[in-house]
C-alpha cells in the first residue's frame, strides 16, 4: 500500500495526482488534523509527529511512503528513512528538478510556510543542482489559513498574494515553486499576481511521476503494493469542514475516518 502523510487535509492535492498517475495502487492517507498546522512549528516538534504518524501508516499496511507536504519533507523525511525501512518521497527534490528544468534564467522563487522556508532546504538543493541558481524565498503564513477557510476567490486573498509576491516579482524571478501542498489551490492567482510568464512549479505532479518511474526500476516493492484501486483516508480529527475540503481538493466523493490522535 502507498502510505502518504500529510500535516492536515493539504497533502490530498498529491494524493489526487498520485490517484491520477497511479489508480491501481491501494493507498492510505493520515491527515494530521489535530495538530496542523505543522508550517508554524519548530523542527523538533515536527519531526516527533512525523516518526509518530508514519508508524501509524506502517501499522496500517503502508510499504512505500510519501510525506505529502513540504514542511514535513524539508524538515522530518530523513529522519524517516532512517527510522523506518521503507521507499520514503518527498515532495522537495522533485519540485526543485522540475523548476530547474523550467527556468531559463536560473532565477528561482520559492514561497512555503514559515518552518519551510526557513529550513533553507529549497536553497540548498537548488543549489546543489545548480550553484548558479539564484534563489529568493518568502515565508507566507497567512496563504494556508486562507486556503484552509475557502478564502479563494476573495479580493482581500488576492491582496495579500500580492503583498507577499512583490519582493519575487522586484527581483524578476523566472519560475516560482509552490513550496506548500496548499497553495495549489490558489495557483491561478498566484501566476495572475507573479506574472504570466513565470512558470509555475506545482510539486504534486513531479512527485508522483518521481514513484511511478520508482515502481517502474523496483519490481519488488511494486509487487508488494496492492493493486486493487482502494483508498483510505484518515485523520486524526475529524470535522464536517475538513470532510467538505477533502472531498472538494480530491474530486471524487471520499469519506475521511477517525485515525491516530
Ligand atoms: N501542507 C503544509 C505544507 O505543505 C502546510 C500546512 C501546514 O502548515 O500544516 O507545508
Known amino acids: 500500500m502507498i502510505g502518504v502523510l500529510g500535516s492536515g487535509i493539504g497533502g490530498l492535492t498529491v494524493v489526487r495526482e498520485l490517484i491520477k498517475q497511479l489508480p491501481e495502487y491501494d493507498l492510505i492517507y493520515l491527515g494530521d488534523t489535530a495538530r496542523a498546522p505543522y508550517g508554524d512549528k519548530s523542527p523538533e516538534t515536527v519531526t516527533?509527529?512525523?516518526?509518530?504518524?508514519?508508524?501509524?501508516?506502517?501499522?496500517?499496511?503502508?510499504?512505500?511512503?510519501?510525506?505529502a507536504c513540504n514542511t514535513i519533507s524539508s524538515i522530518a523525511s530523513e529522519t524517516v528513512s532512517k527510522r523506518y525501512d521503507l521507499p520514503v518521497f518527498e515532495v522537495i527534490t522533485p519540485g526543485v528538478e522540475r523548476a530547474l528544468s523550467y527556468s531559463k534564467k536560473l532565477m528561482i522563487g520559492v514561497i512555503?510556510?514559515?518552518?519551510?522556508?526557513?529550513?533553507?532546504?529549497?536553497?540548498?538543493?537548488?543549489?546543489?543542482?545548480?550553484?548558479?541558481?539564484?534563489?529568493?524565498?518568502?515565508?507566507?503564513?497567512?496563504?494556508?489559513?486562507?486556503?484552509?477557510?475557502?478564502?479563494?476567490?476573495?479580493?482581500?486573498?488576492?491582496?495579500?498574494?500580492?503583498?507577499?509576491?512583490?519582493?519575487?516579482?522586484?527581483?524578476?524571478?523566472?519560475?516560482?515553486?509552490?513550496?506548500?501542498?496548499?497553495?495549489?489551490?490558489?495557483?491561478?492567482?498566484?501566476?495572475?499576481?507573479?506574472?504570466?510568464?513565470?512558470?509555475?512549479?506545482?510539486?504534486?505532479?513531479?512527485?508522483?511521476?518521481?514513484?511511478?518511474?520508482?515502481?517502474?526500476?523496483?519490481?519488488e516493492t511494486e509487487r508488494n503494493l496492492g493493486k486493487n484501486g482502494r483508498y483510505r483516508f484518515f485523520v486524526s480529527d475529524l470535522t464536517e469542514r475538513d470532510q467538505k475540503l477533502a472531498a472538494s481538493i480530491v474530486k471524487r466523493n471520499i469519506l475521511l475516518e477517525k485515525g491516530e490522535n
Open 112 to 219: 512555503g510556510t514559515r518552518t519551510t522556508i526557513e529550513s533553507g532546504i529549497y536553497e540548498e538543493k537548488i543549489k546543489q543542482m545548480s550553484p548558479e541558481a539564484k534563489v529568493y524565498s518568502m515565508a507566507c503564513p497567512l496563504l494556508v489559513p486562507l486556503v484552509e477557510e475557502g478564502w479563494i476567490k476573495k479580493p482581500e486573498t488576492t491582496m495579500i498574494i500580492k503583498k507577499y509576491l512583490h519582493p519575487l516579482k522586484v527581483k524578476q524571478v523566472d519560475t516560482l515553486i509552490l513550496g506548500s501542498t496548499h497553495y495549489v489551490r490558489i495557483k491561478k492567482i498566484i501566476q495572475v499576481k507573479i506574472g504570466k510568464r513565470v512558470n509555475i512549479v506545482d510539486t504534486s505532479e513531479p512527485v508522483a511521476a518521481k514513484v511511478e518511474g520508482f515502481l517502474k526500476d523496483n519490481k
Open 48 to 67: 516527533r509527529w512525523a516518526l509518530r504518524n508514519t508508524g501509524f501508516l506502517l501499522n496500517k499496511g503502508a510499504t512505500l511512503l510519501v510525506t
